[in-house]
């Protein structure tokens, strides 16, 4: 039976060859060293899973969560994090919604507004599920180029006004996978304006919000003024708690967003399991100390790997936020071959920047939630491989 159109319109991934080399190098029994996945290697904190057994023992658990937008007490945990985390006040009974996880509510959130022929714009390199999700919508998705000399945002004044005046959404994702950049809030005043000249809904993408480094605090949106009328963002457990098999998340933002989203979601689920938005409560209102500890488990191994790398030959500044660091691929090298090499001399496993699209080209991204006993001991290990087994120029 023929696919829909909308999933055969979906590109396939770039990069099969690669995807064949590793399951060979799997099946040869190679020690594989994988900064492939965004996963943390971590287990959810105990108190959460004591919480979630607590929860699965109440029958009253069991049943639909009727609420629509999310048990009450899970959306006062989030109105007071995200009162405490970025001083934004917020509606708890109309400007947040549950979602099962960040990836599920970035897709229907598009679902929710996107017509046959919309523009969405979506950066490039990105997230797949933006503009594959604008593809479903028979939308078309119109990149905007992520570029070092920019910091990796979006350059706003280069999107033609024709294109702009016929788009409906703008993604953005601070802190950013793959780049792990992030975005000031000059940056995000200036998006909310262009929002509102535009008559744009924008997404904002605040997957990695917890994991910053020395201090950093990244921002969300919603702190710049009248923001909420014209953006949603969406955060997730996932990342901040070690949570990604939990499928737990919110969505914030203006009420009328937030309905959006809500009447869409209606219609194809029937929202998280109320036991896991019991342990999800537990997870966010004592976060900070188990947060803090994570957030030093990765520094140790950016900061491994950051001057590994740099002693190889690289030039990189060491990433505020997220758990990625985004490299350029040494010359002679395209992001695939490169990643190649990476994996058959070196048994080492990196996402080519190309999987992120066009302008993901010339790099590669490694996850430093790498799966391993001492994990920071792997990461020397690998940057041992590399300097034995490749040659290193950027002439
Ligand atoms: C940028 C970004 N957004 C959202 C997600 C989805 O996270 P989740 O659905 O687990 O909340 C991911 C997962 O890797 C991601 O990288």
Redesign the pocket.
Known sequence: MELAQRLQRIPPYPFLELARLKEQALRDGVDLIDFGI?DPDQPTPPHIVEALCEAARDPATHCYDESGFGTPEFRHAVGLFMRRRFGVELDTTSEIQTTL????A?AHIVWAYCDPGDIVLVPDPA?T?YRNNAIFCSGVPYPMPLTAQNAWLPDLDAIPRSVARDAKMIFV?YPN?PTGAVAELDFYRELVEFARQHELIICQ?C??SEVFYEGYQPHSILEVEGARDVAIEFH?L?KTFNM?GW?V?WAVGGAAHVAALSKLKSNVDSNTFMAVQRAATAGLTHFEDFAEERRRTYQARRDAMVEGLNDLGWRLEKPKATFYLWAPVPSVHSSESFCKALLTRCGILATPGGAYGDHGEGYFRLSLTVRADDPVARIQEALRRMREELSVSFD
């Open positions: 965004g996880g960040s990836k599920e970035l997230y599920v994702n996978n993408d997957a990695y997730s996932s990604t499928r998340g």
